[in-house]
């Protein structure tokens, strides 16, 4: 026996023990059944239109929303409706939509085979944004607009998308004033969009892959970050903090994924090791997408154990190492109660996208027999689909306030949550306009949100524990899409689970 495997294996054995103790410790109070999954299932798809901009379809199921930002892009003759409301208010910002998008299609990508009837509708989540992200990207040679509406304008306001009256500028990036980050993403969300579409609608894409490609040599041929080109525009609400080095590796990687076309190999090949290859990094979101790209091109070494994509095993390694208790590069924060917790402001988008990643990367190792590697202890899969379990299930319910962090789901979840149309009279329910100033009056009622967000994921509790459902409280009660869309994959993989792990 090498030296080193008797303890490996004996970590790994009283890792798994002592997660599944506890997990069953926690399942005294409350256990969650495979339906439990399917309703979060159903539930966290149906929030996305909640957000939705532009003309509503006929079978529009939250009924309390309606038709809003139907002139945007008129003024600078260019078609920008549709698409989603990035959170509580009403701006269209490119960034943190394409990584939804992204997110979203790879949950289909992975799990979609467990969505059973939700499919259908986790396609339409979808399309809602990848038909906008078209426009956005094919409308005008080297030209991708990024955004719609002056955030600063808007978070002066407090009304309902559909009286919206702020303006609703519409900002792009261009050879003159790249933005590679942005681009890529968006590159990545309809690369990745287009696998999701092969077999239900070829032709599409088709289209949405070709576009991929063309926003992707946009990114690479006029390099620099969109926060540059446009400062307070996007900052500081989504600066790219982490740069464009990652979006560029991610987006090569979803285009390579989805066509075979040996070029973005090579091309993630030569510059892999420039574009962040080499970098440890711990947090997976709308601006940082190193972890992630390591995770999906791991499978690459797993499928064909080709040694050049070795390093990004290692890497996707030590990222699981460090989330899990014990190993020698355990580095994770958890709260008491059992969450992890990266930062005060909107923590669950960190949870969301990291148990997505534990989930993915625990089926790319079940699949081809792999494990984790953390220096001389060994985690296998079922470790880390337990420790991805325990963040679902506090989500849900499972956690010391005993409430549910998705509106609308189990017995007591948030009532006061930072989001305009949620909180204000539905148009249907009171039809005359509620101007800018005289809706603030909403933002500081007492009173709970008139219109129930289906399905949202607020941004949770702080390093205590403890969550304040008060609308002025953003950074814990504020819905987004990114929050929601890797918690679209994790739900539907614990839905195909006959019992509880």
């Known amino acids: 026996m090498p030296k080193g495997m008797a303890s490996a294996t004996t970590f790994s054995l009283m890792l798994q023990f002592l997660l599944l103790i506890f997990c069953s410790f926690n399942q005294l109070s409350l256990a969650f059944t495979s339906q439990d999954y399917h309703e979060a299932l159903e539930k966290s798809i149906l929030f996305f239109e909640g957000q939705r901009s532009g003309k509503l379809p006929s079978n529009q199921r939250l009924t309390w929303r309606a038709d809003s930002g139907l002139s945007d892009g008129s003024f600078y003759h260019v078609d920008l409706v549709g698409g989603y409301y990035d959170a509580g ?7 943190p939509m394409a990584f939804t998008t992204t997110l979203l299609a790879w949950s289909v990508i992975e799990f979609g085979s467990s969505m059973q009837e939700q499919i259908d509708n986790a396609r339409a989540a979808i399309r809602w944004s990848t038909d906008y992200l078209l426009k956005a990207a094919t409308t005008t040679p080297d030209t991708l607009y ?62 949405l892959l ?75 979101s709308w601006d940082d997408k190193r972890p992630g790209t390591k995770v999906l091109l791991s499978k690459e070494f797993l499928e064909k154990n080709s040694v050049e994509f070795q390093l990004y095993k ?91 962090y998705m509106v609308g789901f189990g017995e007591r979840y948030p009532k006061h949550i930072h989001h305009r149309g949620s909180s204000l009279p539905s148009i249907h329910a009171h039809s005359q306009r509620i101007s800018c100033n005289n809706g603030f009056q909403f933002l500081y009622s007492a009173s709970p949100n008139p219109n129930l967000l289906v399905g949202a994921i607020v941004g949770g509790p702080d390093s205590n524990d403890n969550f304040s459902d008060d609308r002025n409280n953003y950074q814990q009660s504020e819905p987004a899409t990114y929050i929601n869309a890797p918690f679209v994959g994790a739900v539907a993989f614990f839905s195909a689970i006959p019992t509880t792990l």
Not at 166 to 193: C, F, H, I, M, W
């Open 89 to 95: 208010d009403n701006v269209k910002f490119g960034l």
């Open 146 to 207: 990024v955004q719609v509406g002056d955030p600063n304008m808007d978070h002066r306001c407090w009304e309902r998308p559909e009286d919206m009256d702020t303006p609703r500028n519409v900002y792009k990036v261009s050879a003159q004033n790249p933005g590679s980050d942005v681009a890529a993403e968006t590159a990545a969300a309809l690369a990745a969009s287009s696998l999701v579409f092969r077999d239900s609608d070829p032709n599409y894409s088709s289209i």
């Open 210 to 284: 070709q576009a991929a490609i063309k926003v992707f040599n946009f990114a690479d041929r006029y390099r620099g970050s969109y926060s540059d080109s446009l400062n307070s525009v996007v900052c500081p609400f989504y600066c790219s903090y982490s740069g464009y080095h990652d979006e560029l590796l991610w987006g090569a990687s979803w285009i390579y994924k989805a066509s075979g076309i040996s070029s973005y190999m090579q091309y993630i090949r030569s510059n892999g090791h420039v574009l962040g290859a080499d970098d440890d990094d711990y947090s997976f």
């Open 314 to 404: 290692a890497h996707a390694d030590n990222y699981i190492c460090s989330l899990m208790s014990g190993t020698p590069r355990f580095q994770a924060q958890f709260t008491r109660g059992g969450l992890l917790y990266k930062g005060s402001e909107s923590n669950l988008q960190y949870v969301t996208s990291t148990t997505f990643l534990l989930l993915t990367y625990g089926k790319y190792l079940k699949e081809h027999g792999g494990v984790v590697s953390c220096g001389t202890s060994t985690v296998t899969d079922e470790s880390v689909v337990a420790l991805a379990k325990t963040q679902v299930d506090y989500i849900m319910g499972n956690n010391p306030a005993k409430m549910s």
